[in-house]
């Protein structure tokens, strides 16, 4: 049977094996109108975790809700699409989901460039760089929320709702003049509804992948490296031409055409289900794969961004002209498209861990390099590389949150998850750019950058070795 939407109704009982069904509400359910929405064969025949069908379940949980188990869906992986037209449909409107959110962020370098230049030039570097990290912030920090109301079935108005905040924002960015209107309207508001458009987005590639899951992400995740391309060079081109103001104006349009997409496309599969606990679940931190997976991200944001946020300023002291120095954040962007696209492609068959620790180090070594690079021409190279090596572990970030647990709670996971990540995101560019003042060079820069690095990947391998319980295996 056709997929059809749910649309923000209140949650029926734990997870219930269903490929399709129309809008519920709880006192409409019956035990019957669930068998038929359940795949052929899969009603009289599909095992849950306590031996019991799928349709012995239901009636279980029907009479004790309290029963079920967030962590133990009726879900198999045969029960997922795994492709068809509205599976691969919810891919695309991921990409443009990304596209519209960390592909927009990802921009952030031409306005430090500019406000530096011009509007913001009484301010110093690092404080006009707080407006970049509270988009960075802002993106994982709803998180919590969006993916907690996700669970329970707000979902649409949620969406919908942030859609035309980030466009109204950006149009509004063309008016500001002052510091703190920037800082209001590009840092909170347009990284505040960046993060309730993409909060959800890896619960619903959850509710419609398994064995492809790693592939679909990673074609989610190329949307963002497209928009940190197509979005600095645009308005590079722009601004000389028209101006600031309507440059953004041309952003905004951009923006309302491409989350258009994402509402029209992305839907949930799954019904809501009743979880148990609220806002933030802290007994998931007793599961130690899962707490040591969230400080991992939380030391790799502390450094990531680093040489996201400095490379242009790093080669305009090498010599490159300012007009060249900014295509370095596009060369970094464009190259981790591909590395976004071969980490997913290769995730689902050696394991999604397994691809992020080795090219999340080397990210972490070539930050170690990129102070260093004392040519333009070796600049390029260390961006390039750093760009494809940081893309394949940001394409890959919500998959082992996935893993570790059922899908009637991911939503809440990977928003536990997020706003952890907020904390290293904000605090990281900022950080860089004091020490970068401290010591009139990016030596230290990047030694403090990627040490952090480092650490977050001895979290990782820590995080394998405690799932896996030995040192080789696909995880």
């Excluded at 649309?7 to 035990?31: A, F, L, M, N």
Aim: some cysteine.
């Amino acid at each position: 049977m056709p997929s059809t939407e749910i649309t923000d109704e209140k949650p029926i009982s734990p997870s219930i094996s269903e490929t399709s069904c129309s809008v519920i509400k709880q006192s409409d359910i019956e035990t019957s109108d669930i068998a038929e929405n359940l795949p052929k064969n899969q009603a009289s025949s599909h095992k849950v975790p306590n031996g019991d069908t799928a349709i012995d379940e239901i009636r279980r949980r029907e009479k004790d809700p309290s029963s079920g188990d967030e962590n133990e869906p009726l879900t198999s992986e045969a029960d997922f699409p795994d492709g068809g037209l509205q599976a691969w449909l919810v891919v695309f409107g991921g990409m443009c989901n990304c596209f519209s959110t960390f592909g927009y962020v990802n921009s952030w370098g031409i306005f430090q460039a500019y406000y530096q230049e011009t509007i913001l030039k009484d301010y110093s570097p690092s404080a006009i760089a707080w407006i970049g990290s509270i988009q960075y912030a802002m993106i994982f920090l709803p998180g919590l929320v969006v993916g907690r109301l996700f669970d329970i079935g707000y979902f649409r108005s949620v969406f919908l709702s942030c859609s035309v905040a980030l466009v109204v924002a950006t149009f509004l960015i063309a008016q500001c003049t002052q510091y703190w209107q920037f800082l209001l309207c590009q840092g909170f508001v347009v990284g505040l509804a960046s993060g309730g458009i993409f909060g959800p987005s890896g619960a619903i590639i959850a509710h419609w992948f398994k064995k492809k899951r790693g592939r679909a992400l990673g074609f989610t995740a190329m949307g963002s490296s497209i928009g940190g391309t197509i979005i600095p060079i645009a308005a590079k081109n722009l601004i000389p031409r028209i101006g600031f103001p309507w440059t953004v104006r041309i952003i905004g349009f951009i923006l309302l055409f491409v989350v258009g997409i994402c509402n029209l496309t992305m839907r949930r599969r799954l019904p809501p289900v009743n979880v148990k606990g609220g806002l933030f679940n802290l007994s998931a931190f007793k599961d130690a794969p899962f707490t040591l997976y969230c400080a991992s991200s939380f030391f790799n944001f502390l450094g990531l961004y680093t040489v996201l946020t400095y490379v242009n300023v790093s080669a305009t002291q090498l010599g490159s002209s300012p007009d060249f120095a900014f295509y370095f954040v596009a060369f970094a962007n464009a190259s981790s498209l591909f590395g976004r696209w071969m980490s997913g492609l290769l995730a689902d068959y050696t394991g999604h861990l397994n691809i992020m620790i080795p090219f999340t180090l080397f990210a972490g070594v070539l930050t170690y390099a990129w102070p260093f690079a004392h040519s333009t021409a070796s600049l390029i190279v260390v961006t390039v590389i750093y760009g494809f090596c940081s893309g394949t572990y940001v394409s890959l970030l919500t998959a082992p949150i996935m893993n570790l647990g059922g899908e009637g709670d991911v939503g809440r996971r990977i928003g536990m998850f997020m706003t952890i990540t907020a904390l290293g995101a904000v605090a990281g560019p900022p950080i860089s750019g004091a020490i970068n003042a401290a010591t009139n060079g990016f030596k230290a820069v990047g030694l403090y950058a990627g040490s952090a690095v480092v650490v977050g990947i001895i979290c990782l391998v820590a995080v394998r070795y405690l799932v896996l319980g030995q040192w080789t295996g696909r995880v």
